[in-house]
């Protein structure tokens, strides 16, 4: 394991995007009836504020940075490193049928996003690759 693949790193990464799946949970809750819209839009956009860190990224010392570059991303970035994410919490706040399919599409997503950020060189996963993005510790 490399440097940047350590297992501080990887669960740092963790634990940020969990402040901002709970960030985007709480919005659900807060803003009724545009809450679930919030949060959506948040999952998408959230790397693309403060110098490429989402709130979550923020408190715990990471960026998301450009690969070829290591400039900040943009909000266009954000949206398309987020894809993934955004499809799985569309299944969460979809009654019934997303919860089916939460099980059966986006469980996995989540768990081969989780398979790159621990096995690729670069801890880059699927919307990492799309957006040409990656994140280091700032």
């Not at 490399?2 to 990887?10: N, P």
């Not at 740092?12 to 959506?40: C, E, K, S």
Request: contains cysteine; hydrophobic residues 55%.
């Amino acid at each position: 394991m490399s440097e940047h693949l350590s297992s501080s790193y990887i669960l740092n990464r963790y634990i940020a995007r969990t402040i901002d799946f709970l960030i985007a949970a709480a919005m659900v809750l807060v803003l009724p009836p545009v809450g679930p819209l919030a949060g959506l839009l948040y999952i998408l956009i959230a790397d693309g504020f403060r110098e490429g860190q989402s709130p979550g990224k923020q408190l715990i010392g990471l960026k998301v940075v450009r690969a070829e570059s290591d400039l900040p991303i943009t909000f266009m970035e954000s949206i398309l490193r987020n894809i993934p994410f955004a499809i799985v919490y569309l299944f969460f706040i979809i009654p019934f049928l997303g919860w089916i399919l939460l099980i059966i599409i986006g469980i996995p997503i989540l768990l081969f996003e989780s398979y790159l950020v621990c096995t690729d060189e670069k801890a880059r996963r699927i919307g990492d690759t799309i957006a040409q993005t990656m994140v280091v510790e700032s």
